[in-house]
């Protein structure tokens, strides 16, 4: 038995296996692995009985839940109106010209993913982006710049 196999038995030992607690699942095996991969998908399946297509139905509807290893850093890019208007799709370029990998993507060295979110609910602070959960608000590809070069160091 794998370690992480150990660690999903223990997740699993934490609820009934029956379809209702699917989610609860889900969310506790992404937070102890930062995705879903399709081992742990298996594992709730053959453990639970919820058939393959329903856990994969479930964790393809809701957008909390990833099914790819994920960077160190999560950047999310606001391209609601304000923030669209005010250069959202510049930041968007940059990035995506800087980590050489397309929205959604994570870069090969696992230490950043990017995508685009709908909106944040910081639309006087257009353009903004959010980095692992912070905001930065009226963000410039110069500002976004510094902030990929600091976070780069790490």
Not at 4 to 9: L, P, T
Not at 115 to 131: D, K, R
Request: with cysteine; hydrophobic share 30%.
């Amino acid at each position: 038995m794998t370690t992480q196999e150990a660690s999903i038995d223990e997740i699993l030992e934490r609820y009934p296996g029956s379809p209702e607690y699917l989610i609860f699942l889900l969310q506790d095996v992404q937070k102890s692995y930062g995705y879903i991969s399709p081992d742990s998908m298996q594992l709730i399946c053959d453990r639970t009985g919820v058939p393959e297509s329903q856990v994969y139905s479930v964790a393809t509807f809701y957008q909390s839940f990833r099914l790819e290893p994920q960077g160190e850093h999560d950047i999310k890019v606001c391209l609601g109106t304000a923030c669209h208007l005010k250069g959202g799709q510049r930041i968007m370029d940059e990035l995506k010209r800087r980590l050489q990998v397309e929205p959604g993507e994570t870069t090969p060295d696992m230490k950043f993913t990017y995508t685009s979110v709908n909106c944040v609910g910081a639309c006087a602070l257009a353009p903004v982006v959010v980095i692992d959960d912070e905001y930065y608000p009226s963000t410039t590809v110069k500002k976004l710049e510094k902030q990929i070069k600091a976070l780069s160091q790490d």
